[in-house]
């Protein structure tokens, strides 16, 4: 094949150099994916044997994309290459040698579900309050240990991670951790975590195990190698120490998983590692716009640890980025799908060519709605249509029974949850009473102490008048008031507010994103039913047409959280939410590091756009049924102003930030670390000169730079000609942006 004819310079010297370390680490969309694609190629026409080439991929998406892409070059070959998922291949691996470390061969994988479980077994065992210890935090804690390879050990004698979890008021989570991975083994289980740590034990400790598989792996590939934690790098290392034909790619600036143990620092270490490493750079890129491509370049120049790159782009300049500006998150919804539709229809594109990305998944609910209304199909990517969310489906669940209270499934979902004692064997009974004595399950329910001895049938008859109340209060009150209500009784909120993993938060976030929804429900003047019936109704139509619309193929929007965006492309990307406190995420900032994780994050988004990015952000959002006002994201203010187009004025508005529950949660910035940028503030560190003196303005262009005796430097964006009085929108330096009338206004033009 001729490489040359396909890649750039750079990119075929990559290809080409098969033996020995190489690293590339450059910008986003320069055909980092690419190049390692047409390696693999070239190593099997190369006559390497594909079962001697292992490539580790983020997804197992991916796998299969790259897979198929080098299939087309060297035919059915392909099939027999190590491709995959650090976790699906390592699966594999110890599928076969598992028994070496004591696991059957046939060990199951607990998934995250089962893991939970487990940890609330041992809770239960160990006297442990569950509130404290919650399991998704437990889980997260061990998650971390073991990607550090932290054994249960290590753990326990750690005077460091022991002080942790005491200044933590958790001092069991080592014996939680030994209980666990205890019971694991018994049960002959991995989970997640497991298949990575356990790899590790088993190279370690079975050193002709680890020499098998390095002689196997001639050539070791690492695709977005930023995001790989210390586990998965060891991994890498060990299988290349051999041969040390070990190649990765990725990009520093879009390393978006430090939460989850990824590690930078793996690029440096590498270096060391391999002292004989071949660099490549790769500065092109294939991907955007040149609009697009800068744009992006003058957003990640913000963070201070970045390796410095030149990224370009030789592809057309490209329109600029548009912003909207919308009054609320519905609005935002309806000038997002109607601009999808517009393009659509305007460029004769396919709705394959659109992608919705955003921060946080609650986030989903508008423009999904949006788009329905439209008639646009669209599907959600690594994650669950809104209304398919566990604690979506749970709230509707309390919904339907106040409702209907005969409604099973939703009784048997909510009966025990949150826990208030039913347990199995007394729910097996009910449904056996209700079989035999002809009733319905409820009725047996609401009349529990006459099947039940009174300690079984206690907490069932208070559930019991828990809906009953519920009814009541759907009687007099809207669908928001009472499902409000509801959410808050139940006991739902608090249970989901006392898990603070991310889990956790997106599904707080979902829950009040819901309320949101049946607010808007409420407030909608075309409506005259606003019961709790009624929005009910409303949305089993929808949940119906969602599982109609996942089955049918054909072209869909793509809706996403940038983090699943990671690696992939589309034509035109919208990046909603653009707001202080939703992208920066005001859960997510403590420190300057956490701030430039989100920036990171924000470069990813810009750049997966091939021609066209649009941005939008809405002034007011609702929180738990309450109208607040929102700021504009200071990550907007940081694309370099020539590269945008703001669509409406977009001066900054209204006082904003985290506001209250009305459930007396307060969400605040957990620190005050990483204030925003000033905006509406004056004080600058801009002082006029002693000369300085006011110019003629009558002849200002847009694009001139001026100086302000309080704003400092600044360029003309826009002028305005108002009944005779001129407004200049001007983008000050130090201050953003600032409307002045020119009569008024002293400025110098430089
Ligand atoms: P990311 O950082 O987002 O993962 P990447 O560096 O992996 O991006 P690729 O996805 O490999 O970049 O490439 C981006 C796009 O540019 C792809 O559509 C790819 O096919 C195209 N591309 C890359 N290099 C070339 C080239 N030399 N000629 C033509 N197209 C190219
Ligand atoms: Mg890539």
Redesign the pocket.
Known sequence: MDYHA???PS?AAAVLHTEGPCMII??????????LTYRIAHLLEKGVDPFNILALTFTNKAAKEMRARIEKVVGPNAKNLWMGTFHSIFARILRSEADKIGYPRSFTIYDTQDSKTLIGQILKELELDDKLYKPNMVLGRISAAKNKLISVQQYLNDPVIRQDDEAALRPKLGVIYQQYANRCFKAGAMDFDDLLYQTNVLFKDHPDVLNKYQNMFRYVMVD?YQDTNYSQYLIARKLAAKERNICVVG?DA?SIYAFRGADIQNILNFEKDYPELQVFK?EQN??STKNIVRAANSVIKNNQAQLRKDVFSDNEEGPLIEVFKAASDNEEGKLVANSIYEDKMNHHLSYDDFAILYRTNAQSRAMEESLRKLNIKYKIVGGLSFYQRKEIKDLVAYLRLTVNPNDEQALRRVINYPKRGIGDTTIAKLINAAEESNHTIWEVVANADQFLPARAANPIVDFAEKIKAYTAVAAKDDAFEAAKFIAKNSGLIEDLYADKSIEGLSRYENIQELLNGIKAFVEDPEREDKTLASFLQDIALVTDADTKDAQSEGEQVTLMTIHSA??L?FRNVYIVGMEENLFPSQMMITSRADLEEERRLFYVAI?RAEKKLTLSYATSRYQWGNLRSCEKSRFLDEIDPQFVDFKFSAGPVGSAGPGESPFGHVFERRSNLVPPAPRKTVATKYSPPADFKPSDTSNLQTGQRVEHPKFGFGTVTKLEDQAGSVKAIILFEEVGEKTLLLSFAKLRVH
């Open positions: 396909l890649l750039n990119q450059a910008g986003a969309g320069s055909g980092k994916t690419r190049v977005e990009d879009q790769l294939y991907r990671k690696g492309e750049t």
